[in-house]
């Protein structure tokens, strides 16, 4: 079992910054790719960007890219979103998840989820 648990997510003016972190308790926290997704009420869970085991393979949406970077410190056992330039369009629940896997693979299933972190971008 992984428990992940996110923070960072908050109000800010269009045009600011959060950094979003995924903290995970397990000492096997590097042995997971981690995800962050994104979810509008009403509007299905969309995946932002993925991140390999060893922080080398990252992805990140391409509408997002230019503004969002992915990262992990796994000593810290955090995987971190940086979001730059945010829009009012960006405003939703975020999620990391956690998936099993030898190799680089962000397609679902995501088999651990966090609680989620808002985040609320104002015009």
């Known amino acids: 079992q992984v428990q992940l648990v996110e923070s960072g997510g908050g109000l800010v003016q269009a045009g600011g910054s959060l950094r979003l972190s995924c903290a995970g308790a397990?000492?096997?926290?590097?042995?997971?790719?981690i995800a962050w997704y994104r979810q509008v009420p009403g509007k299905e869970r969309d995946l932002v960007a993925a991140?390999?085991?060893?922080?080398?393979?990252?992805y990140v949406l391409d509408s997002v890219k230019e503004r969002f970077t992915i990262s992990r410190d796994n000593a810290k056992n955090t995987v971190y979103l940086q979001m730059n330039s945010l829009k009012p369009e960006d405003t939703a629940g975020y999620y990391c998840?956690?998936?099993?896997?030898?190799?680089?693979?962000?397609?679902?299933?995501?088999?651990?989820w966090g609680q989620g972190t808002q985040v609320t971008v104002s015009s």
């Open positions: 397990e000492r096997t926290f590097s042995n997971y790719v």
């Open positions: 998840a956690a998936k099993g896997t030898t190799a680089w693979d962000i397609t679902p299933p995501y088999h651990y």
């Open positions: 991140i390999s085991r060893g922080g080398t393979i990252t």
